[in-house]
């Protein structure tokens, strides 16, 4: 598949529109501290005060300043005609606290849409056209991702900048391009500035290293009798150690425009590594996992595997398996989407990242996102893996059928990846794998309110409401922050009779944090089998409930049904039966051509490079 330079301009704003669009449009952002954190950022710099754009150990660097920039363009344009193109973002009867959360997501929102740009370009280059729009189209979409991205935060940003380094990384030492080395050390310095988890990039880039010195000095063994040491001390030299030097000097870089650094470099660098040390042994209050709650104790290690397993699409977790099968029961015969050292480093990326985050006692669902996001990359390579034994296993079948193959199943799976987020808009994060039972069975294993979704339709139904703005609603502990947003009435953390409603979350049954402030009034409402006011349901499971303290005679309950629905646990296993038949009837295919005829039979269509060659 080729692509003309006007085309490639084309699929870049295409993708750019659709996931800067998708991403900032009226945003569901729970935490509140990295807004004021960027407001501080943006004092700070006013006042030239460098040291204080330090503000957090995480140390979030690129996320305030990005923020902060847009904080400072809506503060310009406000009460011009230009306002109307930062307002679009929020809902109507967003608060102006509301509205400062919106802009400080629009520019995370353009940030992730050009480096979803970067990364599509970067697997062009890596393994051509199908599997870069394939892995543009299921990143764009993927419910996981495009929750996280929609959140004043920084895990969605670090996701894509170190799957972009890593990228680059590979890239690298697959062409030997060192232009390629020397923007993943930079692209790598900036995940670095974001989060600390980050640091995983300089391992993984000595792993891909090391991996390839061994393929070249394998290659080379036979032909280096004599001098034999000395040559494999240069090369390790030449291909490791001076590589990943160079990479690391390269990344402190970008730490150059920190002004902290200009300052207080030495007490910034101390607190953000002595931070390390808290998130592995400080573990969080009330985290559920599988029927049980841990405060303050370390999850069992099968935490972020299910995480993995649930957060993903029924797509990206069928493609991920196929990927594995095709390069482990059948490596070496026919075509493959990406060179098997490449492939299986990526696969090791997502392995080690995981290992990397469980080790922690410090775990919440976002945290692993770095690895979420790779697997959609080898979703996309299982799925060119299975297209490319399907042309082969129809080979000598010409006709525009054949040729419109590529296009047509790649089309379907991305269609498929938006068809599955798109119904739970704008609460993509309640999405939860169909193929393994979806929300009904997710709830019983992991928290699956992570951004308090659901929170829009209870606030639209309060603004409705005659005296809105004077209306007291207690709110469940971690609400607040999120009612802010959307409801200019008064919101109360201790609920108490003196409260027109009370509103409460799936989250807090299944935390069970702050119990105090809200389980009273809780029980009260529930013992007396009173009906909610308001109920959020979203593909079967109630995820809110808004309760009257005094509830009217004639008031209608309002129930909010929003998801994917049982239809999508039938589709998930239609199209997981439908794979596993296409990889196995293809495979016999391949199989009994291999035994009639000559493997040199070319197979048109995406033209890979042969594993031969590799």
């Not at 972009?164 to 930079?186: D, M």
């Not at 998130?279 to 995480?307: M, N, S």
């Not at 004077?470 to 009612?483: I, M």
Request: glycine share 8%; proline share 5%.
């Amino acid at each position: 598949m080729t692509i003309s330079r006007r085309g490639t301009v084309l699929v870049c704003v295409g993708v750019f529109l659709v996931a800067f669009v998708l991403r900032a449009y009226r945003p569901l952002s729970r935490p509140s501290q990295w807004l004021s954190r960027a407001e501080s950022f943006n004092q700070a710099l006013d006042e030239r005060d460098w040291a204080n754009t330090y503000q957090k150990y995480h140390p979030g660097v690129t996320a305030m300043a990005i923020s902060g920039a847009t904080l400072r363009l809506y503060a310009a344009v406000s009460e011009t005609p230009a306002e109307a193109l930062m307002t679009w973002v929020a809902p109507p009867f967003t608060t102006q606290y509301g509205q400062r959360m919106a802009q400080g997501v629009l520019g995370l929102a353009l940030a992730l849409a050009g480096l979803l740009v970067a990364t599509t370009l970067t697997l062009r280059k890596l393994a051509g056209w199908p599997l870069a729009l394939t892995a543009a189209g299921l990143l764009t979409f993927s419910p996981f991702y495009l929750s996280e991205g929609r959140v004043l935060h920084l895990d969605a940003l670090v996701s894509s900048l170190m799957l972009l380094s890593a990228l680059l990384a590979l890239v690298s030492l697959e062409s030997g391009q060192r232009r390629y080395w020397v923007l993943s050390a930079l692209v790598g310095g900036l995940a670095l500035m974001t989060k600390t988890s980050s640091l995983f990039l300089v391992p993984f880039v000595g792993l891909a290293s090391l991996a390839y010195l061994v393929k070249r000095l394998r290659a080379g063994w036979p032909e280096h009798v004599e001098g034999r040491v000395g040559w494999v001390v240069r090369e390790t030299w030449a291909r490791l150690a001076g590589p990943l030097l160079l990479w690391l000097l390269l990344s402190l870089l970008p730490f150059a425009l920190w002004p902290a650094m200009w300052v207080e470099p030495a007490a910034v660098v101390q607190e953000v590594v002595a931070s390390i040390g808290f998130q592995i042994e400080t573990a969080h209050k009330g985290r559920f996992f599988a029927g049980q709650i841990y405060d303050r104790k370390h999850p069992p290690v099968l935490f972020y595997p299910a995480i993995l397993a649930f957060k993903s699409s029924f797509l990206t977790l069928t493609l991920v398996l196929a990927g594995l099968g095709r390069y482990v029961v059948w490596p070496k015969r026919g075509k493959l989407p990406l060179q098997p050292l490449t492939f299986w480093l990526l696969a090791a990326y997502v392995f080690f990242f995981t290992v990397q985050m469980t080790i922690g006692a410090h775990q919440d669902a976002r945290y692993i996102l770095p690895a979420s996001v790779a697997l959609e990359v080898l979703a996309a390579v299982g799925l060119v893996g299975v297209l490319e034994m399907t042309q082969q296993a129809t080979m000598g079948r010409e006709g525009w059928s054949a040729r419109a193959l590529p296009v047509w199943l790649l089309s379907l799976v991305v269609g498929l990846q938006a068809l599955i987020a798109l119904p739970y808009a704008p609460n993509y994060g309640a999405h939860h794998n169909h193929l393994l039972g979806g929300n009904r069975v997710a709830v019983k294993v992991i928290e699956i309110v992570g951004q308090n979704e659901g929170i829009t339709f209870v606030t639209h139904y309060l603004n409705q409401l005659p005296e809105a703005g004077s209306l007291r609603v207690g709110v469940a502990s971690p609400l607040e922050r999120s009612v802010e947003q959307y409801f200019s009435g008064n919101i109360a953390l201790d609920m108490t009779g003196e409260d027109d409603y009370h509103l409460f979350s799936l989250i807090n049954l299944q935390r069970q944090f702050n119990l105090k402030r809200w389980l009273g009034a809780w029980e009260a409402h529930t013992s007396q089998g009173e009906p909610p006011q308001v109920t959020v349901i979203i593909d079967g499971v109630e995820y809110m409930w808004l309760y009257a303290t005094q509830p009217s005679a004639g008031s209608e309950p309002v129930v909010v049904r929003r998801g994917g629905g049982l239809g999508f646990i039938v589709l998930a296993w239609a199209w997981t039966i439908g794979l596993v038949a296409t990889f196995g009837w293809a495979l016999r295919q391949i199989e009994k051509q291999n035994g009639e005829s000559p493997r040199s039979r070319q197979v048109s269509g995406l033209h890979p490079v042969e594993t031969a060659d590799r």
